[in-house]
């Protein structure tokens, strides 16, 4: 009998451990095995309870059963195919082009699904057993005459994705030439005109049988009242006759044969002159200067604003002045004013359209004044301009041939100008015509005419002023004639 109670308190205990941590059922039993004896009566049910959850261990069922939890939402199923067009259509075949899905998922692309449906059926059949990974398929065996749904859908191992689908039916005939729309090079990018301006367009296009154009703005049909459209089989015609602001936009062109189809955009915007700035002040004048600010104008046309033109007025002709052109900024200052005058500022906005029609006319007048300045001549020192005579090219010796005229130069300088003496071997010449003295910017020049033999000697030219006197020689030669 003692041994039977000895195995109880060690199944006893399995119940606790439940309800805490797995490692703490190894110290308790030491702690319970006195009150074994107490609880002989009672043990034998709980014992036999107790031990059927113990035989299987419940703590590893239970830690699975997280797990999994987070995986789920990483499992996503890949994205819808991109781009699902018609390249051909025959009597009995569809090919189709799609692009791959932006999203794949992690467990990579298994493939596509291709299903079709008659139209006015809601039910949708594969056209292909197993998925494939070409973004192109042709449907083979269709009957002529019949409308088709088409959708394609992306399937991977974590699910399949949203179907994309045609809008449109496909009428099974055959599409001898796909539409294509030939839009000219100047309608690729935006088709700029004036308010009032009348706009005509021509679109080629190609496609047999004749395809049906289909012209939208913002997802909803033209307003036929402003916009006139004319088809043939070769081109559509876009005419509006008076184009206003409310007609820019972009205008989305469909070309379509059977569910083939081709879309291209027409961008139009009209503009006009912009609105004048606003808050023209005068903020500043200072000497010949004024400084003016203003702000954009409020409607700027429809079209960028390229800059402003300042132009002044002065009050006493009234007329205005260009001062500044094509000035980008929302401010500016203008100079070179004319002191004494009163001046009037505007300021004119100019967008791809022209100048705005009114102008910002600045509320206050500038008025340049005089500056009163005390004028101080510059002190010059009086300088002592008298000087003696002096010689700054003294007299060259000479030899003349007797019958040729000859020519005596000396320069002099000095303060009152110097009375000038020509002598001859120290003889003064006096009123001789053989002699013709000058004096002109301080040169002086004595002609000796057709001298002779006699003539030759020593000549002196002597200058005299208050202040002193200077002299200079030269020896003159007369030769005879050969």
């Known amino acids: 009998p003692k041994k039977e109670p000895v195995p109880a308190p060690k199944e006893e205990p399995t119940p606790a451990p439940p309800a805490e941590e797995p490692p703490a059922p190894e110290h308790p039993p030491d ?3 006195p009150p074994v004896p107490t609880d ?23 830690a699975p059963a997280p797990e999994p939890e987070p995986e789920k939402p990483k ?19 569809i090919t189709l082009t799609w692009k791959a899905p932006e999203q794949t998922g992690r467990s990579g692309l298994d493939g596509y699904v291709v299903e079709i449906c ?23 065996d269709l009957c002529s005459g019949e409308k088709i749904h088409v959708r394609v859908t992306a399937v991977s191992a974590s699910g399949a994705s949203v179907p994309a689908t045609l809008e449109q039916p496909v009428l099974i005939r055959e599409i001898l030439q796909l539409p294509k729309i030939r839009m000219p090079r100047h309608l690729r990018q935006t088709y700029v005109r004036h308010v009032g301006d009348a706009v005509n367009l021509m679109i080629p296009f190609q496609g047999k049988p004749q395809p049906e154009v289909i012209w939208t703005k913002g997802d909803q049909p033209l307003d036929t009242s402003r916009i006139n459209i004319r088809n043939t089989e070769r081109d559509t015609i876009f005419y509006i006759r008076n184009a206003q602001r409310n007609d820019s936009g972009k205008y989305d062109l469909t070309v379509r044969i059977n569910g083939a189809e081709d879309k291209a955009t027409l961008d139009i915007r009209v503009i006009e002159p912009p609105g004048p700035p606003e808050n023209l002040k005068l903020v500043d004048v200072w000497g010949f200067n004024v400084a003016l600010e203003w702000t954009p104008p409020a409607d700027n046309g429809n079209s960028e604003v390229k800059g402003y033109i300042v ?25 070179d004013l004319i002191i004494g005058n009163t001046y009037s500022f505007r300021v004119f906005a100019e967008n791809a359209c022209g100048l705005s029609e009114k102008a910002a006319v600045a509320s206050g007048v500038a008025h340049i004044k005089k500056t009163k300045t005390a004028y101080q001549p510059e002190k010059i020192p009086q300088r002592d301009m008298m000087e003696p005579p002096k010689f700054t ?13 000859t020519h005596l130069f000396c320069s002099v300088r000095g303060f009152p100008q110097p009375k000038i003496i020509w002598m001859k071997n120290q003889m003064e010449i006096r009123e001789d015509p053989k002699y013709i003295a000058m004096i002109e910017q301080g040169v002086c020049s004595l002609e000796i005419r057709k001298p002779s033999p006699f003539d030759g000697g020593v000549y002196t030219c002597k200058a005299v002023n208050p202040l002193g006197e200077a002299s200079v020689d030269c020896k003159l030669d007369v030769k005879g004639k050969i």
């Not at 002989?40 to 239970?62: I, K, L, N, S």
């Not at 499992?75 to 067009?85: I, Q, R």
């Not at 009234?318 to 000035?327: D, I, N, S």
Request: charged share 25%; aromatic share 4%.
């Open 75 to 93: 499992a996503e199923p890949p994205s819808s195919p991109l781009a699902l067009a018609v390249e051909e259509v025959t009597e009995n075949s």
């Open 118 to 140: 008659k139209d006015g059926s809601t039910d949708w059949t594969a056209v292909n057993k197993e998925p494939f990974l070409s973004t192109r398929h042709t449907i083979q």
């Open 393 to 405: 090219q003294p007299l060259t010796d000479r030899t003349t041939t007797r019958g040729y005229s």
């Open 40 to 62: 002989e009566p009672a043990p034998v049910p709980t014992a036999e309870g107790t031990p059927a959850p113990e035989e299987g261990p419940p703590a590893e069922p239970q």
């Open 31 to 33: 702690a319970e095995q």
């Open 311 to 335: 132009q002044k007025s002065d009050k006493k002709s009234g007329k205005w002045f260009t001062a500044l052109e094509r000035c980008t900024r929302t401010s500016c200052t203008i100079s």
